[in-house]
């Protein structure tokens, strides 16, 4: 069983690296405004912590549920 998750994405603190996108493309997307938006579970836990993890505003917070 998949381990649920709530990630939410500052967009007042995201700067639009894309390091979360580069990290775990199948869970985040770039927005036409240049924000990170979670689009889904899509990726494994690991990839969406590391994204989270290293991006440099610390916009992103991944909670299990």
């Known amino acids: 069983m998949k381990t ?4 939410t994405v500052s967009h007042e603190r ?3 690296s894309t390091t979360c996108v580069f990290l775990a ?3 985040f997307i770039l ?3 240049n924000k990170a938006e ?3 579970q ?3 836990l690991d990839a969406i912590k590391e994204a989270a993890e290293n991006c440099p505003v610390n916009a992103i917070r991944v909670e299990i549920e």
């Open 25 to 27: 493309s199948d869970s």
């Open 38 to 40: 979670f689009i889904g």
């Open 42 to 44: 899509n990726n494994s």
């Open 14 to 16: 995201c700067m639009g």
């Open 4 to 7: 649920k998750l709530k990630v």
């Open 31 to 33: 927005t036409n405004e």
